[in-house]
């Protein structure tokens, strides 16, 4: 690469070309791309109208990751402009729960999303079962604990139960996402 990689424009369009080249229909703007707490400010060293616009001529559409809490907080003008943008999904995480508040969220963002003609993945979620049926933009919800414990929890979770196998399993009830490496991999 002839660009310092990192959360910029030049990496992501790199992985636009990958995800073009190989026919994957997306690719994931992770954390890092918004200021966290407004998801209206977007990094400095991306220009999403560039962006977005070289996504569209490789045939790429983009999935943003958010936090739920700052979603929640912005969701008419946040999906309003990532629809300007030609966003094609969210990926929502860290909501950690399922009590009925939240059950209401993700109907919610699923109901929005929809009128927006995005997809939703929510990250960090509760178990895959029930909602796809009533509502086909959801693709995927997590409820596995995947190889991330290596990384980002090694100190709390030493050591991962059979993440392969808990992704199986789990998705027996419907579809779901493992995070199939780790950050901060130390050396053993």
Known sequence: MDFPAGINTKTYEYYIDFASKYKVPYIILDD????????????PDIKMDELSAYAKQKNVGLILWTSWKT???????????FEKWGVKGIK????????????????????EAAKRHMLVDFHGDQKPATMTRTWPN?????????????GLHAGRHAKCHAPDLCSHQSSAYGAGD??????????L
């Open 138 to 150: 959801l693709i995927n919800t997590e409820g596995v604990r995947g190889m991330e414990c290596y």
């Open 71 to 81: 979603l929640d907080d912005q969701l008419a003008p946040a999906l309003d402009q």
């Open 32 to 43: 890092g791309w918004y200021k966290l707490g407004n998801l209206l400010d977007v990094s």
């Open 92 to 111: 929502v995480d860290f909501m950690q729960r399922s009590d009925q508040v939240m059950m209401n969220y993700y109907h919610k963002i699923c109901r």
């Open 178 to 187: 493992a995070l199939p490496s780790a950050r901060h991999v130390r050396r």
